[in-house]
């Protein structure tokens, strides 16, 4: 129940076309939910995060869709760009709860092809 | 600055030497992590500090110690590691232990002999 399902694993795509990432949970105590952006030899970095009380969440190229009766999210790259070539994890959240942890999905690594 | 800075970037001890990694953040944030990496798998949490006291031990094997010395600042002290915890080992802080948003460093690379 506390595990965040990913996928897929990994991704390609051609620059200029939308990665698509999808994750999906059981614990419906989650009301939290980001993305990290991970590129080779740095830590983690927020992207972008939603609440469950809203449906979709957009910040420039970047556009969390929020399903919570299927109790899934994703993350859609608009245009993508070599650039954002990296892991990208998403995580669950327990707000207000005594444990404050995230709980990351297994990542996926998106190579975008010039 | 939204700044988590650890050193060092890379280090390389043998299983019987002591070594400790120490974390740094400047941004009044009072909730300190650890978490451990492992190629291509998410953070794994070690260990949460809030307001400088230990708030979560994930069931961390005694040979990685942690200490908060203040609000800034969180070492993390290791003794007679083993190969299998060569990894990233990634700090993080957030506003508080009800603040969602987590900064991380950079992380240091480590590698056991």
């Known amino acids: 129940q506390q595990q965040v399902k990913q996928s897929p694993q990994s991704l390609i795509v051609q620059k200029g076309g939308i990665s698509i990432i999808n994750c999906a949970y059981e614990?419906?105590?989650?009301?939290?939910f980001p993305w990290y952006q991970q590129f080779p030899g740095k830590g983690p970095a927020l992207l972008i995060a939603?609440?469950?009380?809203?449906s979709e969440k957009k910040e420039g190229r970047f556009t969390i869709s929020f399903n919570k009766s299927a109790k899934q999210f994703s993350l859609h790259i608009m245009d993508s760009q070599p650039g954002d070539s990296a892991t990208y994890f998403c995580a669950a959240r327990r707000l207000g709860g005594a444990t404050n942890k995230l709980i990351f999905g297994t990542g996926t690594l998106l190579a975008v092809q010039p | 600055d939204t700044e988590v800075t650890q050193t060092p970037k890379h280090l390389v001890m043998g299983m019987t030497n002591k070594k400790s990694l120490k974390c740094e953040q400047h941004?009044?944030?009072?909730?300190m992590y650890w978490y451990k990496q492992k190629a291509k798998k998410p953070p794994e949490l070690m260990f949460v500090y809030s307001y400088e006291k230990l708030s979560i031990n994930e069931s961390v094997p005694s040979r990685f110690s942690p200490e908060c010395p203040n609000s800034s600042l969180l070492n993390l002290h290791l003794h007679a590691l083993q190969p299998e915890d060569s990894a990233l080992y990634l700090c993080?802080?957030?506003?508080?232990?009800?603040?969602?948003?987590?900064?991380f460093g950079p992380g240091t690379r480590l590698l056991v002999l």
């Open positions: 939603i609440r469950p009380d809203v």
């Open positions: 941004m009044g944030h009072r909730a």
């Open positions: 614990n419906t105590a989650f009301d939290y």
């Open positions: 993080a802080s957030s506003q508080d232990l009800s603040g969602a948003t987590q900064y």
